[in-house]
């Protein structure tokens, strides 16, 4: 008009949540998640348990144990093993054997015999044969306390496995003496001959790098190496598996291996991966996929038991045990962990899950020089025998909490507790993204 423009000033509001909530009932996505996206998901934790719906409890009490006297062992744990024949648990360090509750102590006793160097335990037809390495003959025992050094002409084992034989007939015990070489008998014990004693070992890889672990996948025997994955199959031919191994070598390759619903979960370089069926892998646990939480570790023990896969991870100052599953979410499978038991400065480099009784489930693990153990329960809420950690806390993921036009702020947090006891208390703390350290109440 009048040769002059015309324009109209609107102020454009932006749209922003009304009111400005956030809401979490499910915390089943596990640990893992730095800026809030699925909403059963949160950063990290400690010593707590998210695996039931709509809850998060304290996870399981350390229950530590030691040698008779209350003195830590001679040095850490090497390897748990049950003997069903005997019916006892024992222990393997660097120095002894030991045997669990002797006499209703609840304490570990040290065997009669000396059996010092431990590398590896196995049961086989009654008997607990005790691995000591390439120059030092194995052990025997058919009662825990006795041991019998062998004396046979192949008396050497860094690992035992029992499975069936290349025919899959029979049973056999199997030893792996590094760097190479693998051999199966019969009987394994002293007097033995012909296929009772050790046959000519088969040879896996070259002797430019160690064996690392025996395990089976579908009845199949397979060879762990620090530089790769073979499977020595029944004509005694060895097929090599992952050869990418050869450029990533490294000590922790299949060092700790365990068996969950089908699949074979092992230790490999500083992570962990999968094998689901013959020539099939791929990495997973508890901190793959984690970087936006700035968490990185060491597996340092795998245990399993029908329902969860436990691993032990050194994150550098603090030494956690994540449990966790696969389960299908959306169409997608997708691993969910909670940082479960946390050990502190205490280190661990073997755990097992062993059943003492129907009615008695143990996670044991290393502590240090010393022992502990946590029970494990199918529902711990609802399990007179389920003890809980003193302490622990749940981190939430990172949500904006202001709105920076409309000056809308966060003002206050609701939780829903239920099943407090007298003295147990549950308290909110809050922390900016830029901020480290506990949090502020």
């Given at each position: ?46 010593s ?51 045997r669990?509750d ?57 690992y ?48 430019t790098a ?21 499977h ?8 090599q ?11 922790d ?44 570790g ?55 899950v ?21 029970i ?7 399990d ?34 239920a099943?407090?006891a ?20």
């Amino acid at each position: 008009v009048n040769g002059q423009a015309m324009y109209r000033v609107e102020t454009i509001i932006k749209q922003h949540r009304d009111p400005l909530t956030f809401t979490q009932v499910s915390w089943l996505g596990g640990h893992g998640q730095h800026d809030m996206k699925s909403d059963d998901m949160y950063f990290e934790g400690q010593s707590i348990d998210t695996t039931q719906e709509g809850r998060v409890f304290l996870g399981p009490l350390i229950n530590e144990v030691n040698k008779t006297g209350d003195v830590d062992l001679d040095s850490a744990p090497v390897k748990f093993m049950w003997n069903p024949t005997v019916g006892e648990l024992i222990c393997a360090t660097g120095g002894n054997i030991y045997r669990y509750d002797v006499g209703g102590n609840r304490k570990w006793t040290v065997a009669t015999t000396t059996v010092a160097g431990v590398t590896d335990l196995a049961m086989y037809k009654g008997v607990a044969f005790a691995g000591r390495g390439a120059s030092t003959a194995y052990m025997y025992s058919t009662d825990d306390d006795s041991w019998t050094t062998s004396t046979l002409t192949d008396k050497y084992a860094n690992y035992f496995l029992v499975s069936p034989d290349l025919t899959g007939l029979t049973e056999v015990l199997w030893k792996a003496k590094t760097p190479n070489e693998v051999a199966r008998a019969q009987t394994g014990i002293n007097g033995a001959t012909g296929d009772d004693d050790w046959r000519t070992p088969n040879f896996v890889g070259d002797t430019t790098a160690n064996i690392t672990n025996l395990f089976l996948l579908n009845n199949q025997l397979m060879v762990g190496r620090v530089d790769g994955l073979w499977h020595l199959d029944s004509d005694g031919n060895t097929h090599q598996q992952r050869p990418d191994l050869l450029a990533n070598r490294s000590t922790d390759n299949f060092k700790y291996v365990t068996e969950w619903q089908a699949g074979i979960y092992h230790s490999e370089i500083d992570g962990m991966g999968e094998i689901w069926s013959y020539n099939n892998y791929e990495p997973m646990g508890p901190l793959f996929r984690t970087g936006d939480i700035s968490k990185r570790g060491d597996i340092v023990g795998l245990a399993a038991d029908k329902d969860w896969l436990y691993v032990a991870v050194d994150e550098g100052t603090n030494t956690i045990i994540y449990k966790g599953r696969e389960v299908r979410k959306d169409g997608d499978l997708r691993w969910e962990w909670c940082p479960w038991v946390f050990l502190g400065t205490k280190t661990l480099a073997t755990m097992a899950v062993i059943q003492h009784s129907t009615t008695d489930r143990r996670l044991w693990f290393g502590y240090t020089n010393s022992t502990a153990y946590v029970i494990l329960s199918d529902n711990p809420t609802d399990d007179t025998a389920a003890r809980f950690a003193p302490s622990g806390f749940v981190r939430m993921s990172y949500d904006l909490g202001s709105d920076l036009i409309n000056d809308k702020q966060w003002q206050s947090a609701v939780l829903q507790v239920a099943g407090g006891a007298t003295g147990e208390t549950v308290e909110v703390k809050y922390r900016k993204n830029t901020d480290t350290g506990g949090g502020t109440s």
